[in-house]
């Protein structure tokens, strides 16, 4: 009869999936139901099941569950699993858990029966035992996964009978941007199928969530590149999103049906949220609460740096089969998304060293490109692998190219390496390898290393990349190695930046993390975080220096420091468990610099530099409670009357800290913090224009001023300064309408609200600008915001901003223009955002300039003063009381008589006041022509293009 109930249990899972599916749903119906076991509550199982347990050894999962909270990029994640024993004898429970590798396990405890365990962080000495009742594994071999980015994390007891054991772990992680997503992941690898599985993820971003998505389940042995898969993202069965603009919540709890359809054995897979936040070209999003601040900077809309790459690939006997064949087809396409201002070069090595191209780096071009995948595909494994020999070949390569070649120093050079073994010719000691290699480099370029197989050396890979500004990665023979690699590529393919420094004031922080970075990718972040030491300070001052290609840029701001407790989380709802204490931005902080304190000591070759390094960063992570390689957990037993643990009491919650977190970006200052944006005074000749629009033209020599309207229409397009041909300059300005203000005697106002700037020499560049962007174009696009202080500056032009007050443009240190902001609170109808346009420096521009203010700069305007009995000294100090108003009187321009009258005009964003002598009619006689004769076809109109009539 046991026979034949087995077979008529089993057998339907063996002949189709319908069978499966509805004993599956069966199984899932009789979970709903509970039973009493020593007081726990624990799930009931259809007796057809129990019978299959008992055939079993290992205790059963009725929970596991997962929670984590993001708070502007720093997670949180609890992970609670319960397992329950219920045969005749005590049996060995393995909770197992993997999680990211770059993640510190902050607290671990567990429950037996009535007894409760909870881990403490103690530093590790030289040397120590752990016979602890139950024992901590992490691997200490790079098999294990450590390189995958993944560690495994294994906490092993026993089970009296009839009872069960819980599990809480947790773990604290700083997000990494990569290819524009920051990636969550969870791994759900209960290894059988759990009658309560959930997922909770909770993300926090006061800067805006801009784009969310929760892929399929990755399976570990094909681990995607960081892209959507495909194009598609739908997520696993059971998710639900949900999500505001600056909180999503991500809940995964497939029931036994779903799980059985995903797989049978419980190795789900990881679970992965992939997000993005709002960001702009400035000085980043800075953060600061009680005492500590994070700075994530991350600018967008550049355009990318030149590259020249020295590709050196390991060809040696182990590399046959589908090693090199993956490692082919990802050069294949890493080499046609190179750009055509891109130089590269490959070098294939074994025992011997091939260079495809001999002392140079070509060009990419379509015949270099078709060359060079001939060779890739022509080469062979054979031989052993002698790793000093290619990496000094490919240094020297790159070295004599940057020397002899004169190649713009704003460049990005970089060698890329990949291998799958350790050094077995020539050199082959690790430290002779790694200080030739650095020797070789001379902190001229970075260095990225790849491992593909078990047999690679990590170690050395490892430290050769954090030696030379690289990065190391590392993947497994059976995982897909050519998506892997062009991942990797995507990651460094594209750099924007170079030789990026962040600065703060030195008076208001200390224990900075570190500020240089030699190079930014496009998809990457840089974080900084520091302590602040002056609590008196208002405000953070904080500069950001950088080269782009042919331009240095200086972003600058100041940040406010918030009030106290104004982004204190303790108050918030669900962190009463003493958990909201901890400041997040705090423990970033502690996160980066332990961080640091590995990566100095695994670079160091001064022993008592590295006993230094391991006491500071031990000392650190006790603090702070993170398990490092230099502390463990210590499990001890707590009082007989400790209460176990449960998932609740764990994870901080986000509900209601919308309200208590503020992003401080540089333009989000809270109220009654006064910020440094007000208007600023500039010294700037009166030569503008301005208003609606009002045009002021100063003559020096003859010590007065002359003005006059334009009357134009919206959209047309006046041309201001037209130099094309001598200096190369242009300006044209663009018009908007609004209506007349009541009781006005004009129909409509007009203003400027673009302004645009072109030089042709030395090279063609120009500007656009508007009240709130600005687009600098020299061959590469740069956007620049208005409301944020920076300075671009490159060899014949520079920009300089001051947030939402006025833009700066000097051409060749002999031609400056100011542009002035005009920004409306709460504005009238006929109110509208617009530009003025004031000339600073003139010298550079030639006698020859025309347009509406370009023709006066050189000429000189004569005042007839028979018509009012004034004297000249009243005229030359423009003293208004001895003037009689309304009286005409004359100029005489170009030999023309202008009749003008007295007045008085408000210039400098209405600050000051400006007496001149008023030309009516829309400057008629005044100006050379009408004023439809300086109307141009579009912003970018010189007045030069074939058919172009000017008849001026």
Known sequence: MIIWLWLCCCFPAAVGQPDSELMARYLEEKLMADYSVVEQVVRRVPRQTRFLQRLETRPRMSEFSVKSTIISRYAFTTVFCTMVNSGSEAREAVFEMQIPAAAFISNFTMSIGNKTYYGEVT???????????????KPPSPVNGRENGYETFKASVFIPRKMQAS????????????????????????????????????????????????????????????????????????????????????????????QTKIARNGILGDFIVRYDVNRELSVGD???????????????DLPPLPKNVVFVLDSSASMVGTKLRQTKEALFTILQDLRPEDHFNIIGFSNRIKVWQQDRLVPVTPNNIRDAKKYIHNMSPTGGTNINSALQTGAKLLNDYIAQNNIDARSVSLIIFLTDGRPTVGETQSSKILSNTKDAIRDKFCLFTIGIGNDVDYKLLERMALENCGMVRHFQEDEDAASHLKGFYDEIGT??????????SEDNVEQVTQNFFPNYFNGSEIIIAGKLINHT?????????????KKYILLKTDVAIDLPSTNDIRAVPGLEDGRGDQNYIERAWSYLTIKELLNSRLKSNDDQEKEYLTEKAKSMALAYNFVTPFTYLKMREAGLHSEPPHEELISPSTDGIGEKLQSLQGHKAPPGIRRHQDKQRIKISKTSADGDPHFVIDFPSSKFSVCFNIDGEPGDILRLVSDHKESGVTVNGQLIGAPAPPNGHKKHRTYFNTITILSNKPERSYLEITPTRIILDDGERLILSCDRNAVVRSSSLEVSISANSNITVTIRDTISFVILIHRYKKPAPYQKDHLGFYISNSKGLSSDSHGLLGQFLSHEVKLLRESLNINQQQ??????????????????????????????????????????????????????????????????????????INSL
């Not at 300070?537 to 290609?549: I, K």
């Not at 008589?897 to 006689?925: M, S």
Request: a positive charge.
């Open 537 to 549: 300070s208002d405000s953070l001052h904080v500069e950001v220096t950088a080269s782009n290609s």
């Open 286 to 300: 800075v953060q600061i609460l009680n005492g500590y601040f994070v700075h994530y900077f991350a600018p967008m």
């Open 875 to 948: 005229v030359g100090q423009n003293q208004t009381e001895a003037l009689q108003p309304n009286l005409t009187n004359t100029l005489k321009v170009k030999g023309r008589l202008v009749p003008v009258v007295w007045k008085q005009r408000r210039i400098y964003n209405g600050q000051q006041q400006v007496d001149c002598w008023f030309a009516k009619n829309n400057a008629d006689k005044l100006i050379d022509g009408s004023y439809k004769d300086y109307l141009a076809s579009h912003p970018f109109d010189t007045g030069t293009s074939p058919g172009t």
């Open 123 to 137: 530093g590790k000495e030289k040397k120590h035992s752990n016979d602890d009742k139950a024992k901590m594994k």
């Open 167 to 258: 599990f809480l772990l947790h773990y604290e992680e700083l997000l990494q941007r990569r290819l524009g997503k920051y990636e969550y992941m969870v791994s759900i690898r209960p290894q059988q199928l759990v009658g309560r599985l959930r997922v909770e993820v909770n993300i926090l971003e006061n800067s805006g969530i801009i784009s969310l998505e929760v892929p399929p389940l990755r399976n570990s042995k094909h681990k995607g590149n960081g892209k959507a898969e495909a194009g598609v993202v739908s997520p696993p069965p059971s998710t639900v999103i949900g999500q505001t603009k600056t909180l999503a919540k991500v809940t995964f709890s497939p029931n036994v049906v779903e």
């Open 495 to 504: 750099p924007l930046l170079s030789d990026i420094r962040i600065d703060y």
